[in-house]
């Protein structure tokens, strides 16, 4: 028995001692859950004020998941593709004229990117790049016009209260970097800062309250963020 006993603590032991000394290798899937905070300016496209509407600095927190898978090369090189989508509510609104309000909102965003890194053991320090799209919602509200003594909305113009809002999905560009850190074999954690360039996007928000089809309106928008990050990997 005592025998037996040895020979399995020289069994435990050596098995402990070669994955202490194994390289460690970031080579898997994995999966995750991230935070941070976003900022991010629509611009719409045409005159500056007080000729055109202003911009909309939305700011605030987000959420969400992410999934990738990567391949850790010799020499340290490790590469993977990464999905992620993340829920916020950046918003802001500007008065547009007179008595008109635009609202910009940011609902929900994600990426599908390459990430290239390089291992220093558990540390990973990486450069990523690919597709981003987001939902952004605008918004255009005029009051009671009663209550309008000259603008847009005022009454000799016809207006009553109207509403409007219309939300469409704009794809752009997203690039960042970050470092990884592997707590252990099976978790890591990340703090990674990117931005996101999105194409121009048409809204057509409808008819006003007196019939008459609102303006088409063009927005131009980026969002910036950081955020922390931890993965269970494979």
Known sequence: MRNCLIALSFIVFGATAAQADRPFSWTGFYIGAHGGYAGGTIDPLGPPPPDGAPSQDVEGGFVGLQVGAQYHWRGGVVTGVEADISFAQLKETVRDGNYITQTGTIGRFGTVRGRLGYAMDRFMPYLTAGLAWDRLRENEVCPDPNAVPFGWCRPANGFAPYDLSKTETATGFAYGIGLDYAVSHAWSVRLEAMRLDFDTE????????????????????DIDLVRFATNVRF
């Open 202 to 221: 048409t809204y057509h928000l409808g008819a006003m309250a007196n019939g008459v089809q609102n303006p088409t309106k063009k927005f131009d928008h």
